[in-house]
């Protein structure tokens, strides 16, 4: 079996952003860019089911400019196994990413696609779930344990209040939560091998994907700042505050 | 001419640093408190990092190190100079690559051994007597039927402590002069060899630095590392790698972190109504570093190359050396001065990285001893030096 994971370039999440001061978004001028996090746990997973001898392949997909060759690169270091490149300038959005993603599941026909929950930078959580509705897959979101079981996966999910475990039948979409594992380093001989693991270029073109953004951005701004909050003396005092305030 | 790093130099960087963040950055308070680094913690580190084929990058593979390119490698020290010398020894491995000298049965004696991080080296040629002036050595070995005998004294030999064995500088003719210098593999628990105190330092808490006394050592053929009377030569060619690497490389890594945090404090700490950053005479301490640090990298890097492409780098090396050190002195001072009160503070680190920054003026050769021989290698060679159209 097959996994292919999607991989995206994002801000480092050390990066403190800044918005443009025209409010057209985020200055991305000489801000470090890294593997999203979440795909980081995902390209994780896929090794380690691979190692588990429950898949014999690990591919990786980016949908973004040149440079997303490095995130595919850091996860070839990992230990995936090859890469494929969709080459787009400018911004992508979920829909149009799960468009490019259904068509690369239909020309690797993976058994399993693991996608991180959402990425940092925009935080939108769609394009697990959009890609699964596209498939007609089911789709096991916010995973923080996947133990494949022949032509199934058991998905134990986060959902408020708890965990829940559901059962899926292969091929599906698994997303990746924070807590489904730690990501390895990338080892001396590894980021040698990656060097040599061959990376292919697309275009949504050559996909027949149109990813023309579908949505307009009307104004990206700071957070407001916040306010200094009361100091109190005592607990008493404190539960007389809450209390004030009407939330005890 | 392109020095943006390759995609697979990034990832080894960023590897490098997220290890040292994660696994080492905890563990410096520490070390720095009790003055030394738990051995079952430094056994877990080392299997850690050993896993990843992050120990002995420098040495080739065919001995079992990681085979980097000097370039590679540079990158690789720059990254150990954010964190602590002991957590560098002790994660990444000081093999030093005068051991590359070895051959025959010296290679699964001392070399192999050293890679694999089974057997830890130190370097020992410095004497009470003989520091910059290492052709001044006292400590002497003579033939003794098919072996030789030591006996001398060494002191401020780096992790000697921990050391399994010491590869020593001595006397082998001594109407020789300079010429008359060998290098030898020396067993910590031959008989006659004796670790001396662990002598107290102003930074590199965690490291030891100790006294070597050698009282008629019998060594056998074996012991004798390189040709006889080439020691000095050694110690300048060979050692010259280490000396980028070790001192040049870590201190670009070390200021850089030091810049990261001055900028940050610039940034955040406001006075008289503003960020400190925005004052003039803050920005001239910041300005200065960035420039400083790219320069001193860029030595670096040039240097390095010239190894890789087999050119003669040692005037480069000294001048990386002067440099780097010199810079990192700056940045770092400069940092405490940005910082203030909280600079001095033993409350925040910058007061330790001030003190760990002292000796990187010192240690493998002075400031002064490395500008003398830059400007007689000028002397000589003039253009050749610095003008890269006389270069050979």
């Not at chain 1, 746990?41 to 090794?47: G, K, P, T, Y």
């Not at chain 2, 050293?114 to 002497?140: N, Q, V």
């Amino acid at each position: 079996m097959k996994i292919v994971v999607p991989v995206k370039r994002v801000v480092d999440f050390n990066v403190k952003v800044r918005v443009k001061p025209d409010g057209s978004g985020i200055d991305l001028q000489n801000v470090k860019m890294a593997m999203n996090p979440f795909d980081e746990i995902a390209v994780e997973e896929a090794l380690r089911q691979k190692e588990a001898g429950k898949a014999s392949e690990v591919v990786l997909v980016s949908v973004g400019p040149a440079q997303a060759a490095e995130t595919i690169r850091t996860g070839l270091a990992m230990g995936a196994d090859r890469g494929i490149l969709v080459k787009v300038d400018g911004p992508v959005e979920p829909l149009g990413v799960a468009k490019v993603l259904k068509a690369i599941v239909a020309a690797e026909q993976p058994g399993l696609v693991i996608l991180g929950k959402q990425a940092i930078d925009d935080d939108s959580n769609q394009t697990g779930q959009m890609l699964a509705a596209l498939l007609g897959w089911p789709q096991g979101t916010f995973a923080s344990k996947v133990v494949i079981d022949g032509a199934s996966a058991a998905v134990t999910r986060e959902v408020d209040g708890g965990h829940e475990t559901i059962a899926l039948k292969l091929p599906a979409i698994v997303t990746a939560d924070l807590r489904l594992n730690e990501p390895r380093y990338a080892s001396l001989p590894n980021i040698m091998k990656a060097k040599k693991k061959p990376i292919e270029e697309k275009t949504p073109a050559d996909l027949g994907v149109d990813v023309a953004p579908r949505l307009k951005v009307i104004k990206t701004g700071e957070p407001p700042a916040r306010r200094a909050g009361a100091k109190v003396a005592s607990v008493a005092e404190l539960v007389g505050k809450l209390k004030e305030a009407g939330v005890i | 001419m392109d020095f943006s790093l390759s995609e697979d130099q990034r990832t080894l960087v960023a590897m490098l640093r997220r290890f040292i963040e994660e696994k080492l950055a905890p563990l410096e308070e520490t070390v720095e408190r009790e003055g030394r680094l738990a051995p079952e913690v430094a056994r877990d580190l080392f299997e850690q990092s050993k896993a990843l084929g992050f120990y002995a990058m420098n040495i080739p593979e065919e001995f079992g190190g990681g085979g980097l390119s000097t370039v590679d490698m540079m990158l690789a020290e720059e990254q150990f100079g954010r964190t602590t010398d002991i957590l560098i020894r002790r994660s990444f491995g000081n093999v030093y690559e005068v051991l590359l000298k070895c051959v025959g049965p010296q290679v699964e004696r001392w070399l192999k051994p050293a890679t694999r991080g089974e057997r830890t080296c130190s370097i020992a040629i410095t004497e009470p007597e003989a520091g910059s002036d290492a052709a001044s050595i006292r400590t002497a070995a003579t033939r003794a039927g098919g072996g030789w005998v030591l006996d001398g004294k060494k002191h401020f030999i780096s992790d000697g402590l921990f050391s399994d064995f010491f590869v020593v500088s001595a006397v082998t003719d001594p109407s020789a002069g300079g010429r008359g210098i060998s290098l030898f593999l020396v067993d910590r628990d031959r008989k006659g060899v004796t670790i001396g105190r662990d002598q107290p330092m102003m930074g590199l808490r965690g490291t030891s630095h100790v006294e070597l006394f050698f009282d008629r050592v019998e060594l056998d053929d074996q012991c004798l590392l390189g040709e006889p009377g080439r020691g000095l030569g050694y110690a300048l060619d060979t050692l010259g790698r280490v000396r980028l690497g070790q001192v040049g490389a870590r201190a670009v890594g070390k200021a850089t972190k030091i810049l990261d945090l001055a900028v940050g404090q610039a940034r955040e700490r406001r006075q008289f109504g503003k960020a400190i950053g925005e004052f003039q005479l803050i920005q001239k301490m910041i300005a200065d570093s960035v420039i400083e640090i790219n320069a001193a990298r860029l030595l670096l890097w040039n240097a390095a190359a010239a190894i890789d492409a087999g050119r003669d780098a040692r005037a480069l090396i000294a001048m990386v050396k002067v440099n780097a050190s010199e810079t990192l002195g700056r940045v770092a001072d400069r940092a405490v001065q940005i910082f203030g009160g909280m600079g001095f503070s033993r409350d925040l680190p910058i007061e330790r990285y001030y003190r760990d920054a002292r000796v990187y003026r010192i240690f493998d050769g002075t400031t002064e001893i490395h500008t003398a021989g830059i400007a007689r290698a000028a002397l000589k060679s003039g253009g050749a030096l610095y003008d890269p159209v006389e270069a050979v």
